[in-house]
């Protein structure tokens, strides 16, 4: 437990701006620091410190905007991280949001863990995600087929019509194998509109069956990792 606060420790806290709010300590960034893209700055339960995002992560910043730190903030009281709570909210759906029937459902073992993948095929993230995906076990998997790239909506729409969905998938992502089918009837133009509701902007995207959000390639190892953590 100490180990995981010594961080805050190390943190210095200026006094010198008693009474700074938001709106301040992004000015006080924004004048000395003009190039760090800072966003979403926000109090938190420690008079002083206040939390923002940095390259897709969460910070801690004082009010004068001359220190910052990068750590779990816990809360003594009840030992609550308070930055996984951070974390949580604001990167987390809603996952009954989700229409399941308009993706590829593949079960392994008991299929107990659930997972959504919003993945493109012709995404080179996505490619080295599915392996991974593979070395999962007792999982549940939802592949929503979302075409970001122009080339990728045609070969989309051929997946879903094959006769086995989710083998045609696994040849064409992990070979470069297309399916020559006639079109039907599929989600694809209604993927696309979903994720760009939701603000998906890349591939792949993984939603945790709490809804929370990761972007980008994952080793098998991280996805257990992040199931244990969440109790998932």
């Known amino acids: 437990m100490l180990k995981k606060l010594g961080i805050l420790a190390l943190f210095s806290l200026t006094a010198s701006v008693c009474f700074a709010n938001v709106d301040t300590v992004r000015e006080n960034i924004k004048k000395q620091y003009p190039n760090l893209k800072?966003?979403?700055i926000q109090k938190t339960e420690m008079p002083g410190l206040y939390s923002a995002n940095l390259d897709q992560?969460?910070?801690y910043v004082g009010e004068d905007g001359q220190h910052m730190f990068v750590g779990s903030m816990?809360?003594?009281k009840d030992q609550k991280n308070l930055t996984k709570d951070l974390v949580l909210g604001q990167n987390s759906i809603d996952w009954k949001q989700l229409p399941l029937k308009d993706a590829i459902k593949t079960?392994?073992?008991n299929g107990q863990h659930v997972l959504a993948v919003f993945s493109d095929p012709n995404c080179p993230y996505c490619k080295q995600l599915e392996p991974e995906l593979d070395k999962l076990k007792d999982v549940t998997i939802y592949t929503f087929i979302y075409p970001l790239k122009p080339q990728s909506i045609v070969v989309s729409r051929q997946v879903w019509c094959a006769p086995n969905q989710s083998y045609s998938w696994k040849k064409l992502i992990q070979q470069g194998v297309k399916p020559t089918v006639a079109s039907c009837a599929n989600p694809i133009d209604r993927n696309l509109e979903?994720?760009?509701k939701l603000g998906f902007?890349?591939?792949?995207t993984l939603i945790?069956?709490?809804g929370f959000k990761l972007v980008g390639a994952r080793s098998a190892e991280e996805?257990?990792?992040v199931w244990k953590e969440l109790g998932l």
């Not at 902007?201 to 792949?204: A, K, L, Q, R």
Request: proline share 4%.
């Open 201 to 204: 902007n890349g591939t792949p």
């Open 223 to 225: 996805i257990q990792a």
């Open 107 to 109: 079960v392994k073992g």
């Open 208 to 210: 945790f069956a709490n």
């Open 38 to 40: 800072i966003s979403n």
């Open 194 to 196: 979903l994720g760009k």
């Open 57 to 59: 992560q969460i910070i």
């Open 74 to 76: 816990i809360r003594l």
